[in-house]
C-alpha cells in the first residue's frame, strides 16, 4: 500500500512561481516510478512530469518542459514539483501519483495510487 499526501496549492499571480511537494510512505518497490498530473475544469487530466524514483531521472509533458522541475528527495520519501512562469490559462488541480511500471510512464490509468490534489489557481 501506498499513500500520498500533497501540499496545499495557491493562488498565484501570472508569471509567478509555486512549488507542490508530495511525501510518499509505503513500500518503494511497489512505486518505482512517480508523477504528477494535472486536471483543468471540463479536461481530462493530463501528466506533466515523472521521476524514475530510484535513478533519479526525470521525463516531462511538452507543455512544460523547461518550466517546471521535477525532483525527489529520497532521504525524506519527498516528490517535488516547481512550476515557474504560470500561464493563465493553467489553473488545475495538481495530483501526485505513483505505478508500479518502470520507466517513462505518462498514461493515466497506468498510475495506481494517488494524491489528494492541490488547487492551484492562476490569476491576476
Known amino acids: 500500500q501506498v499513500q500520498l499526501l500533497e501540499s496545499r496549492g495557491g493562488l498565484v499571480q501570472p508569471g509567478d512561481s509555486l512549488t507542490l511537494s508530495c511525501i510518499v510512505s509505503?513500500?518503494?518497490?511497489?512505486?518505482?516510478?512517480m508523477g504528477w498530473f494535472r486536471q483543468a475544469p471540463g479536461k481530462e487530466r493530463e501528466f506533466v512530469a515523472g521521476?524514475?524514483?530510484?535513478?533519479?531521472?526525470?521525463f516531462y509533458a511538452d507543455s512544460v518542459r523547461g518550466r517546471f522541475t521535477i525532483s525527489r528527495d529520497k532521504a525524506k520519501n519527498t516528490l517535488y514539483l516547481q512550476m515557474n512562469s504560470l500561464k493563465p490559462g493553467e489553473p488545475a488541480v495538481y495530483y501526485c501519483a505513483t505505478t508500479p511500471f518502470a520507466g517513462g510512464v505518462v498514461t493515466t490509468s497506468d498510475y495506481a495510487y494517488w494524491g489528494q490534489g492541490a488547487q492551484v489557481t492562476v490569476s491576476s
Open positions: 521521476s524514475r524514483w530510484n535513478q533519479g531521472s526525470y
Open positions: 509505503g513500500r518503494t518497490s511497489s512505486r518505482p516510478t
